[in-house]
């Protein structure tokens, strides 16, 4: 699993950064790969990042994320013992 956080200079760098990341990212099941973060509590950005990976996605752009959550789901990825998720790439935007 290879999880980047991208902290908030990336407008200078990458202006279009949905369309930056988007090329980038794994083939997955043709769902769209984006969350917004600010709909969850960082409990539920984890559960609904299951939910997407269970559903086959092995790309997941995640805009706005807060502190709590990019250290929720860093945590969370130490957590895959098995491999099992050694093919899934998580991009972690990180707000304002």
Same mark, same amino acid.
């Given at each position: 699993?290879?999880?980047? $956080?991208?902290? &908030? ?7 279009? @950064?949905?369309?930056?990341?988007? %090329? ?9 790969? !984006?969350? !917004?973060?600010? %709909? !969850?509590? %960082?409990?539920? @950005? @984890?559960?609904?990042?299951? $939910?997407?990976?269970? &559903?086959? =996605? ?6 706005? #994320?807060? &502190?709590? *959550?990019? *250290?929720?789901? @860093?945590?969370?990825?130490? #957590?895959?013992? =098995?491999? *099992?998720? *050694?093919?899934? =790439?998580?991009?972690?935007? #990180? &707000?304002?």
């Amino acid at each position: 699993m290879d999880i980047h $956080v991208i902290n &908030r200079d990336w407008k200078v760098e990458a202006p279009d @950064l949905m369309g930056f990341v988007t %090329a980038r990212l794994p083939a997955s099941t043709g769902a769209v790969p !984006y969350i !917004y973060a600010d %709909a !969850y509590a %960082a409990d539920g @950005l @984890l559960e609904i990042l299951e $939910v997407r990976v269970a &559903r086959g =996605e092995r790309g997941i752009l995640v805009m706005d #994320c807060t &502190r709590a *959550q990019v *250290q929720a789901v @860093l945590e969370w990825s130490s #957590c895959d013992d =098995e491999g *099992q998720l *050694q093919d899934l =790439e998580i991009f972690l935007v #990180c &707000r304002d």
